[in-house]
């Protein structure tokens, strides 16, 4: 099983909005990734958690705030967002992260955001 | 910085007829490559990987071909079908686990 689910697939948000994405993974991993895609590019990384912990963030605004509540979950929290955030947000998973090790990652069908 | 990318934005192919995807990369001390299939609305999925020690790797209709002297990729699908048209992205592994994706090629096969 290689399935990395996340909900909602699709949200609409005004920029006073806060909403939620999640992302759940049973495959064991320990590492999970928040990418954004827009269209017509491919996806650039935003946030990296490893054992649970945050270990990378592409300096990205404030405005998303990851969260990762236990090693199966992975949530993005919406603050404030502006027009330009609207893009397809995907979460992905790997067996571990970091150091020389290489690791396939696993995505999920995304969620595609529209800020209003 | 690193970068990987692709020589053709677009590829048309025939049914049947075999398709080849390049990708060229940057950063010489990359080890760890993968070729992902993203559909219309889809994630990206992920079709063969190969590591640096390797120079070829076969899967179900699928070859990848590295090149390291020249820091190439690529990606080969036998007997192209319909459902093979998607956008294709090789990934390059920075060794943090980072994916550094070039710009994607779309395919797209035709009846």
């Known amino acids: 099983d290689t399935e990395v689910t996340q909900t909602p697939k699709h949200l609409v948000m005004g920029m006073t909005n806060k909403k939620s994405l999640k992302c759940e993974q049973h495959m064991g991993h320990r590492a999970m990734y928040w990418y954004k895609q827009k269209a017509k590019k491919p996806p650039e990384l935003m946030f990296v958690y490893s054992y649970e912990k945050l270990s990378i963030n592409e300096s990205v605004p404030s405005r998303f705030s990851p969260e990762c509540p236990n090693s199966s979950l992975l949530n993005l929290h919406l603050h404030a967002l502006q027009p330009e955030d609207s893009a397809l947000y995907l979460c992905?998973?790997?067996?571990?992260?970091?150091?020389?090790?290489?690791?396939?990652?696993?995505f999920g069908p995304g969620t595609r955001l529209l800020v209003l | 910085g690193e970068s990987v990318g692709l020589h053709l934005p677009t590829l048309s192919v025939q049914e049947g007829d075999n398709s080849i995807i390049n990708c060229a990369y940057s950063n010489s001390a990359s080890d760890y490559f993968i070729w992902y299939k993203q559909e219309s609305g889809k994630g990206p999925q992920f079709i063969i990987d190969i590591r640096s020690n390797m120079d070829k790797r076969q899967g179900q209709r699928v070859t990848v071909l590295l090149n390291k002297t020249v820091k190439h990729l690529s990606l080969q699908i036998a007997a192209t079908q319909p459902g093979d048209s998607a956008v294709y992205f090789c990934a390059e592994n920075n060794g943090a686990n980072n994916l550094f994706f070039g710009t994607g090629t779309r395919l797209t096969v035709i009846p």
């Open positions: 992905a998973s790997s067996q571990e992260a970091g150091g020389r090790l290489e690791e396939t990652q696993y």
